[in-house]
């Protein structure tokens, strides 16, 4: 090759990467980029998306009495498994009456109690966390696989199969919403809920996770996108805190509520615009346990 | 054979006893290392000191530590050619070799650290849809082409000096240097200097992207005090040159007393090295100054309680010590150092720089682990476990060994005399 060839070359080389790269950074913006592959490779894991959709929770702070009947239905509808190590899609905060929620999901750290035996306890209310479904997930864009994306209906899932588990989506969310399988995860057929004492078998529509990969909370995808409205937390609440339904469709639950109520999301200033609201009728346990 | 070819090929040629000793305690280490991280393959990473709160921890402090050392060989040898600095070049090719080695390192980690590593490929087989996305990629992006770029700035103008080595042995050294030398041909040498500086030009800024994008694997996060801000690329860039300097002035020390070359490494080198080494630490004082003054003067909660937890809280003693001790101490000394006119200490200077690259990874473990652990809820603390130590020792004492091992089959400084200008 000649000299002159040589440098044609590279001078063509380097034009086509440039418009390649301008094409690509022009053309789409980050968010638009996250989701495609793994929406196509996830197929057969979940339900397809429901069109139009909006799905998002709501959550009464002011309601909830702490009993933790969300957190173990989850655990046995998800297959969210005891062993080795205990891993939960949903966080229960026991907070004294005076602490603000900046004291979970915040700073100054917190000695907020997770592992209190008795509730509703006098001068405590009861704050709880799931994933937040943001509409603009910071935990999605920064996947190197696209094992973790945002699907048409909003909802944010991840792709057990695609996760190489770096783990880089935990260090994004804001809300620790995420867990990790540190170890293999052990799946008895059937396991005791805790709630009532019956045999509750895995849930066969709910794909079994592998040690190495990372997991949270789908908003019960395998029962919203297939027929049944709610969430397995917010069919169980004996106390109707959670909230759940199609922000898209107007006469939903939670488009009402978010009509009459007053709402706070949290971390707002992240941008991350998330799917789990907060309200309060203006109600808290009172320390004689009444309500006020 | 001149006097100067026979003296780089001298170690090549003899092997002390002591050698043989040393290569098998890393040898050792580097195999209690692999026992460990098949103990951690086969049960899973819950065998670290990591939690749902604490999810990153010493793997990747040795991620960006490893990157770090490996700042210093192409910043060296590429300012050596572009700059004309040609009193450093004796030094060049033992910079780029602990780039080399410490890039495979710094890939390794990064693996050690999946959760699945079996699926480690699958980053590949959909770069194409997250390379847009995923600041993980870009690094990888990043390091990839450094770690091709220096390859082959190490190996075109070392094929001079290997031919060399093939025509001073015979039998299966001469073959083994042989396959290294494909179309080899005398005289190739002007072309591949003027290649090289080529390769110099489009090395450095790559090297400036690699340590900035390992920067934006954190400080894109805007949920995470102390990661998340502008400035960490020249933070970590500065990190980076005084890690990588200070460890070829410990390499250079070592090699020069090993192999009695107090000729061919004269004093005036390190004297170099001790006052650039002087003035970057400096710097990074400076960067660590800055930074926190920003997150205590009006004290955001995030910015602030992790602040505390360097300054006062649980990790005080190691950040204070780190400070002092680590980087203030020999930062002095080199600058004292640098203004006295006269000869330096090698020795000193050495120590010094060897405590440097010490802090630095202790540095880089304050970076990472409280920004993790404060505020976490419900909160959980970190302590490695023996598995992650002897991870840790047994990649460090691989590098080592590597390293050891490329010193005798390489000659480790440019044969060719070095201008003085």
Redesign the interface.
Known sequence: MSKINRRDFVKALAAVGVVATLG??SG?S?KD??S??SKKSAKGLYPEATQGARYAMMIDSGACIGCRTCLHACKLENNVPDE??NMEWI?L?EMENTRPV?E?????????S?DYTESPKEGHWYLSFNCFHCDNP?CT???????TYQDEDGLVLVNYD???????C?????Y?A???????PVNPPSRVSPIDGEEVPLNPKVPLR?????EKCTFCVHRIRDGNPTPRCVEVCPVNARHFGDLNNPESEVSRLLKTVRTHRI?EE??TQPMLYYFTRGVKWKDDGEKI | MTERQEKIMRPLRTTSREFWPFVLALALITVAFIYAYTIQLS????V?G????T??GVYIVNFIFFIGLSHAGIAISAAVRIMSLHRYAPIARMAEILTLASLMMAGLS?VI?????D??Y??V??YA??I??????WD?TAVGTYLILSTTYLYLPMREDLAVCRDSFTGWRRRMYEITLPGYEKGEEKVIKRLAWWMAVTILPVMVMVHTTVSW??S??????LWFGAAAGPYFIAAAVASGIASVVVIAAIVRKLFNWEDLLPPEIFRGLGNFLAVITLIYLYLMLVEQFTARYAGP??E??VSEAWLFGSYATVFWTLTTIGLILPCVYLLVQAFRPGKINITWTSVFSTVIVIAMWFKRYIIIVPT?T??????QTYTPSWIELTIIGGSLAALALIYTILLKLIPIIEMEEPHHG
């Open positions: 690509k950074v789409k980050i980029v996250t495609e592959v080795p190590s966080d905060f900046s979970v999901h915040g700073m100054p750290p917190t000695d907020s997770v910071p864009k920064v996947c190197p696989t696209g094992a695609l996760c190489i588990g770096c783990r880089y935990m260090a994004a969310c804001p620790n995420r867990t990790f399988n540190w170890w293999d592998t040690r190495g990969v990372v971390k992240l941008n | 049960q899973g990473l819950g670290t990591l939690n749902d709160i999810i990153w990064i650290d999946l959760g699945r590593p699926r480690a699958l980053m087989v959909n849809a997250r847009g996305a995923s600041p993980l990629l990888i694997i954190f894109l996060l805007s949920n995470r005090p909660a995030g602030f309680f993790l404060v505020g976490g809820s419900p909160l």
